[in-house]
């Protein structure tokens, strides 16, 4: 740590104001946060005027990079004309369209301003539809913060039980009642997971399934469990909620396009955005009918001051527009690249571990076996002491990356930065085989 680094100056101010200095507990890193100047293409400086190739990109959201021309006139265009209205625009109606006619199984789409109010709206939508009030969702998968949907985010192993997962509390001063209604399945695991919806059936209002869950490993969901997953909420009358918040990165017609899967709700933000703040709630016309206030008061009202605000819109719908299917090919192609290249170096220097995900995204793991879930990808004390040794190598390397390891690459990398990457995750582990 450099004492007289601007960040850590303005981390120091920050602490009066705010709690812990800090606005999101992802951004924190000890001993101060990097605070960021400015970004351009694949590439962040930050206060102190060090130069690192971003390979978080605002936690998988600009899939564009920074500051892409269109983007910036999209956006700038509207913020000319007005950002905001309490009357609805045009530019809700051309993002609904887009996104309805890339992704098979929506009709209709409802926007937020977060992927937490996307859950969150999807979630009541579901309970809505169905008059039921239980939820079921994955161990270990993040799908924001409302409250059932971060049950079992991140249970110790002490609070495992047997081998079904149990309800446990993500935040201090959760209700009880809340973790009662929330049915918590393992990822990956059929029978695990189907007897566990067939238990509940009755009560359950839907299943919330991200298909590559982030935080539970980044592992590509079987598409046998997906198939058993839609076929099992059917059986017992719950819907199938898809959470493509993260995943709508991985293909033009959505991760469920992917996997052939038909849910009847999707919740998607972050790439739709353009880099603004933005959520959505998309589904089936029969399911979404219940936003619908042409009768009176809806099943589920819903507002939200900057829903479908009109910079979000026009500066979401020139992203969704960049990214044809060439772009999405050439984003296969870098991820591909990037989780070989560091699958050798760990090889190469004897490092126990390897790099996981799918297209654009990808993870690093620091043991030997299969990861297959939360549990298979719980990091042991050693692990955790590589994983810890490589942020702080790779990161002085000029590559940022999340502190638990996550990557999400972007289109304006060119191969010369991809190999960059590669070269600091390669030396990097390199010093995590010296070191520990
Ligand atoms: N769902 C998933 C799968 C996510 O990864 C996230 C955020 N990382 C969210 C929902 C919440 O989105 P937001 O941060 O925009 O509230």
Known sequence: PDTNSKSKALYDRALSSLPGGNTRTTVFMKPYPIYAARGAGCRVWDVDGNELIDCINNFTSLIHGHAHPALVE????????????????????????????????????????????AVMMALKAARAFTGRPKIAKCEGAYHGSYDYAEVSLDPKPTDWGGNAPVSVAYAKGTPDKVLADVVTIPFNDIDGAVSLIREHGRDLACVLVDPMPNRAGL?????AYLEALRQATRDVGALLIFDEVISFRLGYHGAQGLWGIDPDLTTLGKIIGGGFPVGAIAGKS??????????????????????????????????????????????????EAVRK??????????????????GSLLKLHFGERPIRDYRSAYMSEAETKRQSVFNLEFLNRGVLAAGYGLMALSLPMRDADIESIIRAASDALAQVASKT
């Open 74 to 117: 999209a956006a700038t265009r509207q913020l000319a004309l007005g950002s905001a209205f309490g009357m609805p625009t045009e530019s809700e109606i051309n993002l609904a369209e887009l996104l309805t006619a890339r992704l098979p199984s929506v009709d209709q789409v409802r926007f937020a301003n977060s992927g937490t109010e």
């Open 286 to 335: 029969e399911v979404m009918a219940v936003f619908d206030p042409r009768h009176g008061k809806p099943a589920l009202p819903h507002g939200g001051t900057f829903s479908a605000n009109p910079v979000t819109m026009r500066a979401g719908l020139a992203a969704m527009e960049l990214l044809d299917q060439n772009a999405f090919a050439r984003l296969d192609a870098i991820g």
């Open 219 to 223: 592992v590509p969901a079987d598409k």
């Open 341 to 358: 290249g560091i699958n050798d170096a760990f090889r190469r220097h004897g490092v126990p571990g390897t790099a996981v995900g799918l």
